[in-house]
C-alpha cells in the first residue's frame, strides 16, 4: 500500500517532466512572458471543459494550467529550466487549489471568455460592507475619481467645494430594469432564473454571476426593452456634488465619498466610492512642506542691528516677532506651533522665516557719516573714503586695500559697501560741481 501511495506521488513528477512546459504551451524556450500569456489564453479557451466536450480537454486544459503557472512566475520558470520541476524536491507544493493560480488565473479566463462577466464590474471579492452572491463574488460598482482645485489657504483652514461628476446609475423611466412599464419579463434560459451559472474546472465546481442575464435571473425581449438605456438598465447622469475638504489637506491627497461611484453594471449590489483628488494652488506668501510653512520678512538695518521687532505673516495672521541685535541676513527663526493644522489632528506644524536685511537706498549726510564713524570705530573700515577729486598713484591705495581686504567680512562692512556703491557716485558727481 505503501508502494502505491510512492508511485501514485512519482507518477505526476514523471508527468511533469514527460509533458515540457513549452511545448504544451507551444512556445519557444525564450519566449517572453507577454508570448506566454498569449500563448495560454488561446489554448485554455480552446480547451476549457465548457467550451470543448471533448473527453480529452478536460486533461490537457490541466496540463495547459500547469505550464503556465510555472512560466508566468519567474522564480518557478528558474528553477523549472534548471531542474526540470518549478519544485526541486519533487513535492506537489500550493495546497489546495494548487496549480489553479488561487482562481486568480481562472477570473482572468473568464473574463476572456464570457466578456468580464466573471471579472470585471462584479469580480471583487467580498468583504467587510460588501454583499455577496452565492459564488462568492460581489456585484459591487466600480469607483470613480474627480479633481477638485483649491486655493492655499481655503486648504489650510479647511472648505466645501464642489466637483461635477457622471457616474453610472440606474435608469429612472424603467427603475433599472431595462423593460418598458408593462413589459413583461422572461425567466433566462441559461441559468432558470436564479443568476447564477455552475461549471466545472479542474475537477473543481464554481459558481459566477450567469453571462446571459447578468444574474438578474431573468432577460427582457428587444421590442420590450426601454428606450432610454437601450434595455441595460443603466444610464450615465451628470451631477455635481459637495466635497468637504479638511482642513489641512495638501496637494495629491484623496478624499473618499463612500457609494457616490458607479452602480454595478449588472446584477444588484452597492456603488462603488468617489474619490476626490485634490490640486492646492501656490500661495505669493508661503511655501508648504508638509505641516510646516516657510516665508521671509524684510528687516530694517537698524533693527537688526539695535534689536526689536517686525510684524511677520503666518497662516493665522500678522504676528509680533522679537528681532535680537546683531542679527544676519539670511537667518532663520522657528515659530512653533505657527504652521498649518495636520488633518484629522490638533497637532500644526511649525513655520519658518528667513530674515533679510533691507538696506537703504536714500542717505542724508549726516547718515553717511555717522556709519563712516561705526565702521572706522568697528574696525571694517577699507581705509578713509577720499575725494574723488583727489587722485593719487593708487600704489599704496592698492596695497592698504589688499591689506584691509581681509578684515573685510563682518556685517558692517557688508552695510558699508553696499551703502558706498550705491552712493559713492553721486557724492562724487556732487564734489566734481563744488
Not at 422572461?186 to 432564473?193: E, F, K, N, R, W
Not at 533679510?356 to 556709519?371: A, E, G, H, W, Y
Not at 584691509?404 to 564734489?431: L, Y
Request: net charge positive.
Amino acid at each position: 500500500m505503501g508502494a502505491c501511495g510512492a508511485r501514485s506521488f512519482h507518477t505526476t513528477s514523471a508527468m511533469r517532466k514527460s509533458d515540457d512546459f513549452y511545448s504544451v504551451l507551444g512556445v519557444k524556450r525564450d519566449a517572453s512572458a507577454a508570448e506566454i500569456k498569449k500563448a495560454y489564453y488561446q489554448l485554455a479557451k480552446k480547451y476549457h471543459p465548457d467550451a470543448n466536450k471533448d473527453p480529452s480537454a478536460k486533461d490537457k486544459f490541466i496540463k495547459i494550467q500547469e505550464a503556465y503557472d510555472t512560466l508566468s512566475d519567474e522564480s518557478k520558470r528558474r528553477s523549472y529550466d534548471q531542474f526540470g520541476t518549478a519544485d526541486p524536491t519533487g513535492g506537489m507544493g500550493g495546497g489546495p487549489g494548487a496549480g489553479f493560480g488561487g482562481f486568480e488565473n481562472m477570473e482572468d479566463i473568464l473574463s476572456q471568455m464570457f466578456g468580464g462577466a466573471f471579472g470585471g464590474a462584479q469580480g471583487r471579492r467580498s468583504g467587510p460592507g460588501r454583499t455577496s452572491n452565492a459564488g462568492g463574488f460581489a456585484s459591487v460598482g466600480e469607483d470613480i475619481e474627480a479633481v477638485a482645485t483649491v486655493p492655499f489657504m481655503a486648504a489650510v483652514t479647511g472648505t466645501t467645494t464642489s466637483v461635477t461628476i457622471t457616474p453610472i446609475v440606474k435608469c429612472e423611466p424603467c427603475s433599472g430594469a431595462g423593460a418598458k412599464k408593462g413589459a413583461k419579463r422572461h425567466t433566462c434560459s441559461l441559468c432558470h432564473g436564479t443568476g447564477q451559472a455552475t461549471f466545472t474546472m479542474g475537477g473543481f465546481h464554481v459558481q459566477q454571476s450567469c453571462p446571459q442575464c447578468g444574474g438578474e435571473g431573468w432577460t427582457v425581449s428587444p421590442k420590450d426593452q426601454c428606450a432610454s438605456c437601450g434595455g441595460k438598465g443603466r444610464v450615465r447622469e451628470r451631477k455635481t456634488v459637495q466635497v468637504n475638504v479638511p482642513a489641512g489637506c495638501d496637494s495629491g491627497m484623496r478624499i473618499r465619498m463612500a457609494g457616490m461611484g458607479d452602480v454595478p453594471v449588472e446584477g444588484e449590489g452597492p456603488a462603488g466610492d468617489l474619490y476626490v483628488r485634490l490640486r492646492v494652488l501656490p500661495s505669493e506668501v508661503f511655501k508648504r512642506k508638509g505641516a510646516d510653512t516657510y516665508c521671509s520678512a524684510n528687516v530694517p538695518f537698524t533693527t537688526a542691528i539695535l534689536g526689536g521687532s517686525v510684524r511677520v505673516p503666518t497662516v493665522d495672521g500678522d504676528v509680533e516677532v522679537k528681532i535680537k541685535p546683531g542679527t544676519q541676513p539670511g537667518e532663520e527663526l522657528r515659530l512653533r506651533g505657527k504652521g498649518i493644522r495636520k488633518v484629522n489632528s490638533s497637532a500644526r506644524g511649525d513655520q519658518y522665516l528667513s530674515l533679510r536685511v533691507r538696506l537703504p537706498t536714500q542717505m542724508s549726510d549726516r547718515q553717511r557719516q555717522l556709519i563712516e564713524q561705526f565702521a572706522e570705530e568697528d574696525g571694517s573700515k577699507d581705509g578713509a573714503v577720499k575725494d574723488d577729486g583727489a587722485k593719487d598713484d593708487g600704489t599704496s591705495k592698492e596695497s592698504s586695500n589688499k591689506e584691509n581686504s581681509k578684515k573685510d567680512t563682518g556685517f558692517f562692512s557688508r552695510i558699508k559697501k553696499d551703502i558706498e556703491e550705491n552712493f559713492g557716485k553721486k557724492k562724487h558727481k556732487d564734489d566734481d560741481k563744488k
